[in-house]
């Protein structure tokens, strides 16, 4: 442990460093604590940034350990604990009130670390555990405040302090839920103090009060909901667009008031059909249905828009295995299931189902409409950080999927006898068809393949042509968007005409400059008699290579060979009798040898 007491003492003298530079005094005897900014900035460097909130926990009790050193207030010595009170008197440096502050803000990180892990192990021991770490989180705050107001300190350490104080009280009266009407009032008075602290300074710490103005009117909202208080859907969505993040309260604040209003929603008419529905789920589902265009229209960006189309796609998935689950009986159902043909009029409640099924099409084709003008900004722009190039490809399949999307809608239960349904979509249809059209050709455009450039931008006109004819009975396309394409299919096709010539004239260039030679025939004058060239620097040269020496080696044919067949069956005269004998010598002692074993060796 040894080791570690260096790097202790460094952070200790870095925290000093901190408290310094956050330091005010206006006077030397008014101590001054910017409370909201030094909270923000220790949680942002230690955890919260992804609330980890075990980690900005251990780095409070850490910094707390060091200000008590510095001030001399440490509880006890070695291993045994003695608590040690601060007491208005022994405030005599700004960091004594800082000691509060910290252990409000560990007990309060605890709590917050035991209310996640209570939802997500469902233990309801955590919960009390929780409440209990925010109560001295609370006395804390309460202690900070008394110490604020009985030490000198300048007026706005005393608005941050009190207003940091009641955020803490309603924060756990908010967690006890059971006096509603005095957390609200709690946390009003926060935020109130906050709205003012925010129109008094100026710079970054503008942003930082008016960002704990909009936490805190999340849960106000909910405890006006809570104590009965009719809030409109449209108020809550605009304050969820306004925080750009999901608060999980303010999403159970709008389901609980969807699901208040969708009890006077008793029925739905589409296509001159009038659909009861006896499904709270569905009535939430259909409520939120109709504000999803102000939703989108309020959204500031391209993925805040896509991000609202996905809730909403996901929510009528899920809506729609509920009808299934309710159809599962129905024979008629199961009939349809099955790719079978129903004869007669189609009952009510799969008509609802066919209704769903179309608003879930409808959506996924807002959605992939919203990306493609995302990716139309996108085109032609060097890719950002985290971003792919967008090529023009990817235009043409979102148009793809979106064909696919409204083919599909006609051959749903109930709607294949609806002729003007059908016109309708065949009029976005084929307005789609040219778009892709379009963009298939800049593809072949960046390939250099104008032929196909010029056969789909005239297939693309071909389409438009039809699209003019009825752009009146169209749902989605707009008169702006047929003009635009018009000129963008003009300017294409007369584009890819002229590079077409430029390019088959430079092919051509191209061809006549490979027969050309711009460097010195080297081959003997012998073997080029049909050339004369007066200017070739090898004949003007000195020494002229006539012939070449030595010569190449060149085949010729080789001498045959004959062999002798016959020699096998010639017969030659016997000549053995010319041959001379010699007769055999011998005597006893030869016969001798033989008898006792002197043969040849």
């Known amino acids: ?77 070695r291993q045994r604990f003695v608590q040690k009170r601060l007491a208005a008197d022994q405030v005599t440096d700004v960091r004594c009130l800082y000691i509060p502050l910290v252990e409000a803000e560990r007990c309060w990180s605890y709590a917050m670390q035991l209310k996640r892990e209570a939802i997500e192990q469902e233990d309801p021991r955590k919960r009390y555990h929780m409440l209990n770490k925010l109560r001295k989180a609370e006395q804390y705050a309460l202690e900070l405040s008394t110490l604020c107001e009985q030490v000198p300190v300048d007026a706005r350490t005393k608005l941050e302090v009190q207003a940091y104080h009641e955020w803490m009280s309603g924060t756990l009266q908010f967690e006890l839920k059971k006096d509603w009407r005095l957390a609200m009032e709690l946390l009003t008075k926060a935020k109130l103090i906050y709205e003012k602290m925010s ?21 106000v909202k909910y405890c006006a909901y809570n104590i009965g208080d009719t809030t409109d859907v449209s108020d809550l969505l605009e304050m969820r667009l306004t925080m750009g993040h999901t608060d999980i309260v303010l999403d159970e604040l709008i389901q609980k008031t969807r699901e208040r209003q969708a009890g006077s929603l008793y029925e739905v008419t589409w296509r001159g059909r009038t659909m009861p529905v006896k499904n709270d789920k569905v009535r939430v589902f259909l409520l939120a249905e109709r504000e999803i265009q102000s939703e989108v229209e309020a959204a500031s960006d391209f993925d805040t828009k896509i991000a609202v189309f996905d809730r909403i796609i996901k929510d009528c998935v899920d809506v729609l295995q509920v009808i299934k689950e309710e159809l599962k009986a129905d024979p008629t159902f199961r009939q349809i299931q099955r790719g079978q043909e129903i004869d007669g009029h189609v009952p009510v409640q799969i008509f609802l189902h066919t209704y769903l099924q179309y608003l879930k099409i409808r959506k996924t084709v807002q959605k992939n409409l919203v990306m493609v003008d995302m990716y139309k900004s996108l085109l032609g722009k060097p890719p950002s950080d985290g971003q792919k190039v967008v090529r023009p490809q990817d235009i043409a399949r979102l148009y793809e999927m979106i064909i696919q999307g409204l083919s599909e809608i006609p051959q749903m239960t109930g709607l294949t006898e609806d002729h003007g349904l059908a016109e309708e979509l065949q009029a976005d249809i ?14 072949f455009a960046v390939g250099k393949q104008w032929p196909e450039v010029v056969a789909l931008t005239k297939r693309s006109q071909e389409y438009i042509g039809q699209v003019e004819s009825s752009v009146g009975s169209s749902q989605t396309v707009t008169k702006e968007e047929v003009d635009e394409i018009i000129k963008l299919d003009e300017g294409l096709l007369i584009q890819a005409q ?16 490979s027969k050309m030679s711009i460097t010195a025939d080297k081959r003997p004058i012998a073997e080029r008699l049909e050339q004369y060239l007066p200017e070739d620097p090898s004949i003007s040269a ?23 067949l016959a020699g096998n069956h010639v017969l030659l005269p016997d000549l053995r009798h010319k041959l001379e004998t010699q007769e055999k010598k011998g005597g006893i002692s030869g016969y001798l040898k033989t008898w006792w074993g002197g043969g040849k060796k």
């Open 430 to 443: 084929v307005a789609y068809k040219a778009f892709r059209c379009y963009y298939l050709a800049r593809m």
């Open 542 to 564: 000195k020494n002229v290579t006539l012939i070449k020496s030595p010569p190449d080696m060149q085949p010729i044919p080789c001498k045959p060979l004959f062999y002798d």
């Open 498 to 513: 002229a590079s077409s010539i430029l390019d088959s004239n430079s092919q051509d260039l191209a061809k006549d400059m």
């Open 1 to 77: 442990m040894m080791a570690d007491e260096p790097e202790t003492h460094l952070k200790a003298s870095q925290d000093d460093i901190d408290v310094a530079e956050n330091e005010e005094v206006k006077d030397d005897n008014l101590f001054s604590i910017e409370v909201l900014s030094v909270i923000k900035e220790s949680q942002l460097q230690h955890g919260l940034r992804h609330e980890d909130y075990q980690r900005y926990r251990s780095y409070c009790s850490r910094r707390l350990r060091r200000i008590r050193k510095c001030v001399n207030l440490v509880q006890g010595v």
């Open 199 to 219: 129109s008094a300074v100026s710079g970054d710490a503008v942003m930082t009060y008016k960002q704990k103005v909009i936490d805190i009117e999340s849960s």
